[in-house]
């Protein structure tokens, strides 16, 4: 069945840009919606964005002046970039796919730790 | 942005209780509802979506009722693996948001 596995520095310095990979396996990217969400301790899970497997995007304003989500198809793998991170942005970050940008998140990614830290 | 609230954000209860977990969405979503259940160091699961429609794979014991701006997931009969924190979604419009979470632990 289809796999997610994010992948990327667990430490980020403030200020820089933090960056991700999700690897898909077992499973086509085509045809499929990729979001990325994330968890800070002690918080609600929070939607950052998706990414269509045609390149379209979404984000949510809360953060879209900072993000960049892309997809590569012939790698079978989905990006995020954050850039001027602070220590807000420490959380597990989590990849998923969807089926249309209005379905449930299934299945999802183990999710990585990044800490933004000096 | 549409903010879900769920209800309460801890509960203890014992092997076999019904348990009742409640969402309650700032403006009417119609049915655009999920649950998820996420156990320590793992990623969220989708239990039910739709409100109402049970995830393929999910145990019968795992029901969703609800529209609009109140929802529910119950579960009738505690099982030890359901101890979890459980994460209402709403699909209804962008942004897409979650509710804070409800810790279901052992009492």
């Known amino acids: 069945q289809v796999q997610l596995q994010e992948s990327g520095p667990g430490l980020v310095k403030p200020s820089e840009t933090l960056s991700l990979t999700c690897t898909v396996s077992?499973?086509?990217?085509?045809?499929?919606?990729w979001s990325w969400i994330r968890q800070s301790p002690g918080k609600a899970l929070e939607w950052i964005g998706y990414v269509f497997y045609s390149g379209a995007t979404n984000y949510n304003p809360s953060l879209k002046s900072r993000v960049i989500i892309s997809v590569d198809t012939s790698k079978s793998h989905l990006s995020l970039k954050l850039n001027s991170v602070t220590a807000a942005d420490t959380a597990v970050y989590y990849c998923?796919?969807?089926?249309?940008?209005?379905?449930?998140?299934?299945?999802w990614g183990r999710g990585t730790l990044v800490t933004v830290s000096s | 942005d549409i903010q879900l609230t769920q209800s309460p954000s801890f509960l203890s209860a014992s092997v076999g209780d019904r348990v009742t977990i409640t969402c309650r969405a700032s403006q009417g979503i119609s049915s655009h509802l999920a649950w998820y259940q996420q156990k320590p160091g793992k990623a969220p699961k989708v239990l039910i979506y739709a409100a109402s429609t049970l995830q393929s794979g999910v145990p019968s014991r795992f029901s969703g009722s609800g529209s609009e701006t109140e929802f529910t997931l119950t579960i009738s009969s505690l099982q030890p693996e359901d101890f979890a924190t459980y994460h209402c979604q709403q699909l209804n419009s962008y942004p897409l948001t979650f509710g804070g979470g409800t810790k279901v632990e052992i009492k």
């Open positions: 998923a796919r969807h089926v249309s940008g209005y379905s449930a998140f299934g299945p």
């Open positions: 077992g499973g086509s990217i085509t045809n499929y919606y």
